[in-house]
Every structure is written in structure tokens, then in C-alpha cells.
């Protein structure tokens, strides 16, 4: 009997985390993420602290139902004090978040195994590990109404230099990673009875893209550009798989710390989140958070930054 009893709590204790791990609309339809990036905490600075308290401010203010944090979080060393600094405010308010590395992440003491170890040991983490550190990943979020996928969040791996002697600078996504994308979308689309369901994708560092966006003065425009994009050389084509699919309906990242602006191209917004660190590197804002509230059964979205 007793040995029953401990396995029947052992599965209740597993239920209640993947209930937990689910992603769903509330009853009127709403559903809140809060994005965070470039906190580029450095453990022996002070003023990486000013990262810690936006994060912890921010998610009392919204009371999101996911966190996105989109690279280069922790960039100095020791990483894993670091990394525990930035987990301890998302552990306490018990919300389930998904993390994409940036280019700087696996700099330091940890390999982006080792780093993908302490954050899906985390609760309440959504990630999932994969031979690179961090699996791309889909994200459901569920109908108020039953279990079926209403909307989708895609994290992907925007990877960090390029691995080529006659490419210079940041790196691309991979033909494998555009067709797992391409895939992907398609496979939901043909669960949705041919309709696209609407997505956001974020990830690290800019599309190509993003410039002909913002220079085009008939895209629609708003936020700040105060620096120049610093996409990849090379254009893999993911953008192009985006607008073919037809499910995105934004794309946002981080990168580049003093843009926080939106521009739309072919219909598909693309945007920053607002840096969210502290004065451990350059930044000219006042650091901040972009928040994203969906509504079920609308390909749309309202976006802000929010601050404390």
C-alpha cells in the first residue's frame, strides 16, 4: 500500500508540471508575454543588479503567462553565479520562460552545453536541450476553449559567428533550421484545416531584413534606431521562408542595444525588444522590457516597452 501511495504521488508530482509547462488563453482571450534581452549580467559588476531589479519589477507590473529572454544574458564571469542570478526572480514568481542564446552567452566559463544544463534544470523552463546546447522550439498556446493550439511562439538559435574563413562576422541560420521552420509551420497549418495559426518568432540577432524594413520610408514605422543593424553577411533565406508560410506575424530580438523599433515589410512587423540590462556594456536607454498581449482567434498584437 505504501509503495503504491509513493508512486501514485510521484506521478501526480510529474502531472503537475506539465500542467504547469502548459501555454493557454485565459477565459476572455487575453495572453501576456514579457520579452527581456542583452541583460549582459557580469557577476563581479554592481550595476549588473540593475538588471536583476527591472526583471523582478517588471514581471510584478505585467504578470505575464510567459517570459522570452532573446540572448546575451549572462557575459562575464563566473557564469554560473551569473546564471543563478538571473533565474533566482523567474524561480520565485513561478512563470514558465524559454531562453535563446546570444552571441556572447558562450564566451565565458561555460560551454552552451553546460549553460543549456542550468536552464532546463530550472522549473517552470521551457526549453529543451539538443546537441548545440538549445533546441529551436515551437510553443502552443492552448484555446481557452479546449486543447487545441491556438497561437504559437517560435525560439530559435540565430547562432553567433560565422564558422566560414571567407565570411566575416555574426552567424546565420542553417538550411537545416529554416527547413525545420518550414516544417513546423506547415504541420500546424495542415492540423488548422489549411489556415496558418498566428506566431511570433524571437531569437537574437536581426534578419537582413531588418534594414531594408526600416530604410524603406513607405514600411510603417515606430520606436528608435540609433544605431545601425548587425545582421549576418549571409541571407539563409529564413525571412523569406516566414512570408511563404504565412504564419508570423511578428519578429523580435535583441542585439543591437539602442534600437527598440518596430517596421513592418510584407507584412510581417519586425522588431526589438528593449535592452533590459544595466551599464555593464553600451546602451543609450533607459533599460526596459517589450510586452506583447495576444488575443485568441485575432492575427494581430499590441506591443509596448515596458519600464519601472
Known amino acids: 500500500m505504501k509503495k503504491n501511495l509513493f508512486l501514485i504521488l510521484i506521478l501526480f508530482a510529474v502531472c503537475t ?17 514579457v520579452q527581456f534581452t542583452d541583460t549582459h549580467v557580469v557577476p563581479e559588476k554592481k550595476e549588473s543588479l540593475d538588471a536583476i531589479k527591472l526583471i523582478d519589477k517588471v514581471l510584478e507590473k505585467e504578470q505575464p503567462d510567459l517570459i ?5 544574458v549572462v557575459t562575464g564571469k563566473p557564469a554560473r553565479k551569473g546564471w543563478d542570478m538571473v ?8 512563470i514558465p520562460f524559454i531562453i535563446t542564446m546570444g552571441n556572447h552567452d558562450p564566451e565565458q566559463d561555460l560551454t552552451r552545453s553546460e549553460i543549456a544544463d542550468i536552464i532546463t534544470a530550472a522549473p517552470n523552463n521551457l526549453n529543451k536541450k539538443s546537441d548545440k546546447g538549445l533546441s529551436d522550439i515551437s510553443l502552443e498556446i492552448q484555446s481557452a476553449k479546449n486543447s487545441k493550439a491556438a497561437s504559437l511562439i517560435y525560439c530559435m538559435d540565430s547562432n553567433d559567428y560565422s564558422k566560414l574563413d571567407s565570411v566575416k562576422g555574426y552567424g546565420w541560420f ?9 516544417h513546423t ?3 500546424y497549418t495542415k492540423q488548422n484545416a489549411g489556415k496558418p495559426l498566428p506566431a511570433l518568432a524571437f531569437f537574437h540577432i536581426p534578419l537582413p531584413e531588418y534594414r531594408e524594413a526600416y530604410k524603406n520610408e513607405k514600411n510603417i514605422h515606430a520606436g528608435i534606431r540609433l544605431e545601425d543593424e548587425c ?4 541571407n539563409s533565406g529564413m525571412f523569406a521562408a516566414m512570408l511563404e508560410s504565412g504564419d508570423i506575424m511578428g519578429v523580435f530580438v535583441g542585439h543591437d542595444h539602442d534600437n527598440d523599433y518596430l517596421a513592418s515589410l510584407y507584412g510581417i512587423v519586425l522588431g526589438y525588444g528593449r535592452f533590459s540590462g544595466g551599464r555593464t556594456t553600451y546602451t543609450d536607454f533607459q533599460n526596459g522590457a517589450r510586452v506583447f ?3 485568441e482567434g485575432e492575427k494581430g498584437f499590441l506591443t509596448y516597452i515596458g519600464s519601472v
Open 17 to 33: 508540471r506539465l500542467d504547469a509547462q502548459q501555454l493557454r488563453y485565459h477565459q476572455d482571450g487575453t495572453f501576456k508575454i
Open 185 to 187: 509551420s506547415s504541420s
Open 174 to 182: 542553417s538550411f537545416d533550421q529554416v527547413q525545420w521552420y518550414r
Open 231 to 234: 545582421p549576418a553577411s549571409v
Open 68 to 72: 522570452v529572454f532573446s540572448g546575451d
Open 87 to 94: 533565474l533566482k526572480p523567474l524561480i520565485k514568481k513561478g
Open 293 to 295: 498581449c495576444l488575443k
